[in-house]
C-alpha cells in the first residue's frame, strides 16, 4: 500500500522539488545575477559602491518584508473566527505601539539615507590628479556627441570627435584601467548618460556641465542609453561602449583623425530641430 503524504508535507515536497526545477533551469550567469538582484556583471571602479547600495537595501526590505509578511500571517492564523460571533480584542491608542511604528520607518529611512549619501559620495569623487583622458560628451535630440579631448597625447596630437544621428548608433571608446573625465552638456532638453555596466548614470542638463570620473575596469562593449524620458526620439538615443586596451584606443582616435574628424563639437553647434517622422511605408 501507498502510504499518503500528509498535505503539509505533500507542500513541502513540491515546494522543494520546484525550487530545485527552477534552479537547475538557471545558468551559472543567472544564478550570479540573482546574487546581484538582477544588476549586470559590473565593468568600472565606482560599480562596487552602487551594487552594494542595492544589494544592501534589498536585503533590508527583506528582512523587514518577511517581518510584516510573517505577522500578518501569524494573525491572520492566531485571531481566526472559530465561532460565528467570536471577535478578537480590540485595542485602540495604545501610544507605545502608535510611537513605534511611526519612528521605526524614520529610524529605516535615516539608515537608507546614510548609506544613499555615501554611496553618491564615492561616486562622484574626483580623481585627486586630472585624468589623463577626458571626453566631452554633448547629448542632443537625438543621439550622443563624444569629443575626445587628447591634443595634449603624443599619440594623437588633436581633439576628435565622433557625432552620432538618430539613424546611426555612436561609439564609444575607453581604454581600460585608465582613469577617464566626462564632462556632459546637452545642446536642448535634459537627457541622461548611462552605461548600466558601470552603475552610473548622470543627468545631462543645458546650460551646466555636469562631470565625473570612472575607470573601466573590464575589457569588452557594452550598451549605453539616455535615461531621461527626453521626447519623441528618446528610445533611440543609444551609444556603444567599447572598452579596450590603449594601444586600440589610441588607434581607433587615429582612424578618427585621419577621417577629418578633428576638433571640438560644442553643445550650440546643434540646431534644435525637431527631424521630420518617416510616413508610413516611407524608407528612412
Ligand atoms: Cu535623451
New binding site residues.
Partial sequence: MVRQLRPKKQLLVASVIGAMLVLAGCSAETTAQWGRFGLPESASDRAPYIGNLWVGAWIASLVVGVFVWGLIVWVMIRYRRRTPDEHPRQTRYNLPLELLYTLVPFLIIGVLFFYTVQAQNSVLAKETTQPATTVNVI?QK?SWTFNYMEDQNPAVGAVVHEAGTIDRIPDLYLPVDKPVRFNLASADVI??FWIPAFYFKLDVIPGRTNSFDVTPEKLGTYSGK?A?L?GTY?AA?LFTVHVVTEEEYTAYLNKLKAAGQVGEIKAPDYPNVVPSVPAEGEKK
Fill in positions: 547629448g537625438w537627457h541622461s539616455c531621461e527626453c528618446h538615443m
